[in-house]
């Protein structure tokens, strides 16, 4: 498996604008090897909000089929010369590559 996060930082009150535009629907869930994408929100500061989405690939060769595909590109393209809206502080990406996941029960069932 292959995690990909990215954590956006707003200012206070800003968090729900970046929701609304991960929750939208897209190419994305349309890719093979995805596995699913969840978006939480950290209200904990007094000053900024930071959404991290954690986006879950079956493999490093499934996001990379995603990266390269026509319709990321075409975002990215549609995006170029457009500054980031005033309220985001910051951005970062990580990636990570699954080394192990334990399992729990889930509605009773060991999964």
């Given at each position: ?39 939480m ?40 010369g457009?500054?980031?809206p ?8 990580n990636?990570?590559?699954v ?7 889930v509605?009773g069932k060991q999964?």
């Amino acid at each position: 498996m292959f995690i990909q996060t990215r954590s956006i930082i707003v200012e206070k009150g800003n968090s729900d604008k970046v929701v609304e535009r991960f929750s939208a629907p897209g190419p994305i869930e349309e890719m093979e090897g995805l596995i699913d994408i969840s978006i939480m929100v950290n209200k904990k500061s007094k000053e900024h909000e930071e959404v991290l989405v954690l986006i879950r690939w079956e493999s490093d060769e499934a996001w990379k089929g995603w990266e390269k595909s026509e319709a990321h590109l075409q975002g990215h393209r549609d995006s170029r010369g457009q500054e980031k809206p005033a309220f985001v502080v910051s951005s970062t990406v990580n990636m990570y590559q699954v080394q192990h996941v334990k399992h729990g029960k889930v509605s009773g069932k060991q999964s």
